[in-house]
């Protein structure tokens, strides 16, 4: 999958672009991923002028894919999808870079597009508008993480997840029987999922479970065969 990445003002823009006030840059003109991932576009604010300045980055419409999440990090810690303003007080001359605009890939291959204003919160005039162009392929082909004569399974995508993931797999005939069981750090089950053999996929539904670690473990014929790794973030 691959995702391409243009920064425009309603027209292609450089990469650093100077507003009364600011300066908004960082902003590259490519970036490559896969269906699943989380993909992180780093921007970097400054305030150009000798006073302390207030800017409020706001996420504006955009059309995104119905699997896909988009959202603000902030030193590496993600907000809430929900959240459409953040607001940050610069010092002169000071340059914020911990800023990143991420985007879950989501499901399905296809182009997305998100909108994001920076403006000074005193002086809503000095605005920059720009747009975030993502084209999602497919992910490519990923080797299993578990393999038997009886049951072949593919890591959980995306991971970490916010609402839901999907797992792969192949289930050899009907006598097999299979199932994932998700349970927190304590060991207590969150989750259980059968794996039919007429079906290749199972979604794992994560949106009333607490941010946090987590482990799926599949079972085949009654007996535990493997455990993975799961994080969920909000």
Known sequence: MKFVLLAVMWVIIPCAVLAQGFEVSGIQDN???TIGETIK???RLKNTTDKAI???LRKLSGEIGSTQKNYLCVDGDCLDQRIEDY????DAGQTLSSLQIALDAGLVAGESIV???VFNRYNPGHAYDFEL???VDERPEKESIYSSRLVTLHD???NPVVDQAVVEYKVADTRTKAKLVVHNLLGNVVGEYTLPSMDNFVRVKTDDMAA???FYTLYVNNESVMTHKLIVRK
């Open 115 to 117: 909108r994001y204003q």
């Open 212 to 214: 946090g670690i987590y």
């Open 87 to 90: 607001t940050v007080k610069l």
């Open 31 to 33: 970036y490559k991923g």
């Open 54 to 56: 207030t800017l409020v």
């Open 133 to 135: 162009n993502f084209n």
């Open 156 to 158: 959980v995508y995306p």
């Open 41 to 43: 576009a780093p921007i």
